[in-house]
């Protein structure tokens, strides 16, 4: 989540929190809060009437929302954006998408200016199966915009200089805390270098009413309500609106234009609301690989999942004020109805109940951590979990954690524990 204000009720003390200046982690700025989403079936509303579903975009103007996984509609008339012009015949060729104020593409979508970086309003996918990285404008990091079932979501997205547009490369979704932007998380888990080193691309999504272009934060960012109640303080700040995952749909879809993306190997990790809105992935989303969520929390039991078998790596810190550590750990005695999301997917994925333990020492002197990497797990299901002493509410290794409660600086770098993990048990 992040954070910042306290609320005192007769029964329940908790943070909450609000956008007040500035993300500094000390003295009354906001902190997010993490949290999961809940998909709808409808499709992604695109500028004049056209609509997205998940898989594709319809060319036709003003038509209901295709099934969900529908492909790219051709020769469907399409109205223009603003100052744009008709793509030979008055349609759109291949799959292309508006751009605001310019042209229609074959198979892509054309820029507008953004605040520090390329802006674009878009949401369509590749024109046909196999058709990716024709679009060789927007590589490095560029600040995106898309239309969602009639809302404006933005996101940032990075993608090596050095990669090949054409050739297939991991995709890791980054979430941000109540409060908190992509922006934010960009600076927090420095996926930019590993992306650099390994060849990936990232994106960090904006939850519903944030902008990273703008620095807008929002209390209720993403849609986590979905079953069983929520260990912690997730339910509190879950926004009803519940167009993520087909905004979850839209970025990948918008990405492939630039990217081919190995579909075999895309992964999400988040933060606090964002780590929340991780373990919703995790449980409903059978087309992620593995999850890394962080000083989130999780359902109080995960029966109702859609998904198999799923690897995950869960980051808590021991101190954190304001998502209590026993929603993530197991060796903490656990709230009232809610067992540590660790034992959770650990029974989820068939491993035992017992776990080695690893120890994970950071780069200042007493700043240490242990990980838990439980015994028996099946060879699709690795369950781990890691938990920092002495850490609030914040992303351990971070230099700098905006929106955060305390610092997890000094500490093991989560970012390169979960990026291990994911090569090497979801790979």
Known sequence: MGIRPEIVTSSLVFLLCTQCGGNSSTGGGPTPLSNGGVG???????????????????????????????????????????????????????????????????????????AG?????????????????????????????????????????????????????????????????????????GYNTVADKEGIAAV????????????????APWNVTDGPELCGLGTLV??????????????????????CIDSSHVYATGFSMGGYFTHHIACDRKDFRAAAPHSGGTMADLSSCKTGHVPIIIFHGQSD??????????????????????TLWAKKNGCMN??????????????????????GCPADGQVEVCTFAGMPHAWAGAAQCPGCIGSGAGY????????????????
């Not at 404006?152 to 979430?175: D, E, G, K, M, W």
Request: hydrophobic share 30%; proline share 6%.
């Open 117 to 189: 970086g390329t802006m674009t309003s878009s949401g369509g996918a590749s024109g046909a199966p196999g058709d990716c990285g024709t679009r060789t404008t927007m590589r490095g990091k560029t600040m995106r915009t898309l239309m969602v079932n009639g809302t404006a979501r933005t996101y940032i997205a990075y993608l090596p200089q050095s990669a090949n547009p054409t050739t297939p490369v991991p995709l890791v979704y980054i979430f941000h805390g109540a409060t908190q932007t992509g922006a934010d998380m960009w600076t927090i888990t």
């Open 204 to 219: 960090y999504l904006d939850g519903q009413g944030t902008s990273s272009a703008t620095g807008t934060g929002n209390l």
């Open 412 to 427: 093991a770098s989560a970012t390169q524990l979960e990026w291990d993990f994911f090569k090497k048990y979801a790979w």
């Open 40 to 114: 709808g079936t409808g499709g992604t509303s695109l500028a004049a009437g056209g609509n997205y579903s998940s898989g594709g975009v319809t060319a036709t103007s003003g038509g209901a929302p295709p099934a969900m996984g529908g492909n790219v509609g051709f020769g469907g008339t399409t109205p223009l954006g603003t100052g744009g012009t008709l793509a030979s015949g008055g349609t759109i060729g291949g799959g292309g998408t508006i751009g605001m104020g310019g042209t229609i593409d074959t198979g892509g979508t054309s820029g507008m200016g953004g």
């Open 321 to 342: 004020p304001l998502i209590n550590a026993a929603c993530d750990d197991p060796t903490l005695t656990p709230q009232s109805g809610f067992p540590a999301s660790a």
């Open 238 to 259: 879950s926004n009803a609106n519940p167009i993520d995952f087909p905004f979850v749909d839209a970025v990948l879809a918008d990405i492939k234009n630039d990217q």
């Open 354 to 375: 017992t776990y080695q333990t690893i120890p994970e020492m950071g780069t200042t002197s007493g700043d240490n951590g242990n990980c838990y990497l439980y015994d």
